[in-house]
């Protein structure tokens, strides 16, 4: 019989997503996520399977988690208080969607709640199903991200 587990797994998972909602995918050593979580590699390997793993598990868990609390902002037409949620979603949509099917299923799938959020707020623009209000936030989260830690993203 194995050994128990020496760490929590949702603790873990969701320390990663913010981790790869700070630094992104490839920003991101197995070392840093040794490091940083304080798991063994071994039982990072044997619970996740690889980086990616830890990554896809991370991702499930930031849009189970922390998107919720968004859609809902956005749904009753508040204005989103914390934008960083969509950080790592952002950053997965952009690094890893184009050249991982799961990820970009992940991602599409977090854009249709989003964009569903948003028309149940108001109506959508009777030429673009799409929403713009998404968009905006989208781009103002890639504004604030893009910016000089130390300068005024405005």
Avoid: C
């Amino acid at each position: 019989m194995g050994r128990p587990r020496g760490f929590d797994e949702q603790a873990v998972t969701a320390a990663a997503a913010e981790l790869f909602a700070v630094r992104a995918y490839d920003g991101v050593s197995v070392d840093d996520l040794v490091h940083q979580l304080g798991v063994h590699r071994n039982s990072l390997y044997k619970t996740f399977g690889s980086k990616r793993g830890l990554y896809l598990a991370a991702l499930r868990w930031h849009l189970e988690h922390r998107l919720p609390s968004l859609t809902e902002q956005l749904a009753a037409g508040a204005a989103v208080a914390d934008g960083s949620a969509l950080d790592l979603l952002l950053l997965a949509a952009v690094e890893r969607a184009p050249n991982d099917v799961e990820v970009a299923t992940l991602v599409a799938k977090a854009w249709q709640s989003l964009d569903q959020a948003l028309q149940r707020a108001s109506a959508p623009p009777a030429d673009d199903p799409r929403s713009t209000a998404l968009d905006a936030l989208l781009g103002e989260r890639l504004r604030i991200r893009a910016a000089p830690a130390s300068a005024d993203p405005w």
